[in-house]
């Protein structure tokens, strides 16, 4: 899986708010160059669009180019073919209006949580008392306050996970590129921080790309899901997800509508995996 480096990751937290016109995947081909001096094809063809403020799940076996898609709209990785639009802009560079969050919880490990929150707000060039003000209110916000002189390697790993969290909004961006980001928590601590994600998330309605292997994950936050085959990674299967809001993870496992959505994902999955094996 590839993965951007600090600075990069350092860049797109830079964010600034602003207006968006959600995110625009346009005929989308790209193969990435292999050691023998061939090519591999990742993904071949693939158009979709997430509308402002919507949240959409991006499902596929692993090595189908669902990373590839988030590096993209982030502007770390340019397409072979097609086009990639965030905002109603081509992306050509990485936008500062765009959080990216990622398994790892990429905190830098010499900053206290609270000045880790403070990063992207720093390279915005906000000033020194409104950043710690902003960055004070979202440790709050995610159940952190009291923490925010510790540091990362003094913090749980779910704890880490809800200062990314924090470090992401505090930017305040128009969109959210999310690469499996509760993968690395313990089942308990991961629906606890998907529905505190949630409860946050409703209130401010980014539009969000959030890639996962958790289908239970996909059905119960998103308001749509996109299942693509395996690579080279096209669009296989796509379900709006009809179930009412405010969610929570948690509660919505036992609800039937869920189950059966869940069930048409799963289906939907084997079959582009089938099909390709
Ligand atoms: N920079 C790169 N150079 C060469 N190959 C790459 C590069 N980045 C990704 N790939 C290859 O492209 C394919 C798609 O990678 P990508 O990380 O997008 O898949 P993914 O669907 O996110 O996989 P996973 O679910 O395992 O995270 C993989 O075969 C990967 O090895």
Redesign the pocket.
């Known amino acids: 899986?590839?993965r951007p480096g600090e600075e990069e990751v350092v860049a797109n937290l830079a964010g600034q708010a602003g207006g968006a016109d959600g995110i625009s995947i346009e005929k989308v081909g790209h193969a990435?160059?292999?050691k023998d001096g061939g090519s591999?094809l990742?993904l071949g063809d693939v158009s979709f669009s997430v509308p402002n403020g919507q949240f959409l799940a991006v499902v596929?076996?692993?090595?189908?180019?669902?990373?590839?898609?988030l590096?993209m709209a982030a502007g770390l990785v340019r397409p072979v073919s097609g086009r990639v639009r965030v905002g109603g802009k081509d992306v050509v560079k990485p936008l500062r209006d765009t959080g990216y969050m990622f398994a790892r919880d990429g905190l830098l490990p010499w900053r206290s949580a609270l000045k880790n929150v403070e990063v992207g707000l720093e390279h915005r060039g906000v000033p020194k008392a409104e950043r710690r003000e902003r960055a004070l209110k979202m440790l709050d916000i995610v159940g952190l306050s009291g923490f925010g002189d510790s540091y990362p390697a003094q913090l749980s790993q779910g704890m880490r996970q809800r200062v990314a969290i924090a470090r992401t909004l505090a930017i305040n961006p128009a969109t959210l590129l999310m690469?499996?980001p509760f993968a690395a928590l313990d089942a308990q601590t991961k629906l606890a921080l998907q529905a505190e994600f949630l409860k946050i998330w409703e209130k401010d309605r980014q539009t969000v790309m959030f890639?996962t292997?958790d289908l239970a994950e996909a059905v119960s936050m998103a308001d749509r899901v996109i299942v693509l085959t395996s690579?080279p990674?096209r669009i296989h299967a796509e379900f709006e997800i009809d179930l009412p809001r405010p969610r929570d993870p948690a509660e919505i496992r036992f609800d039937e509508g869920y189950l059966r959505q869940l069930d048409q994902v799963w289906h939907a999955l084997k079959e582009a995996e089938e099909r390709a094996g």
Do not use: L, Q, W, Y
């Not at 596929?60 to 898609?69: D, E, F, P, Y």
């Open positions: 899986m590839t990435f160059p292999t591999i990742v596929g076996a692993s090595g189908c180019g669902k990373t590839t898609i590096n690469d499996e890639v292997h690579r990674g």
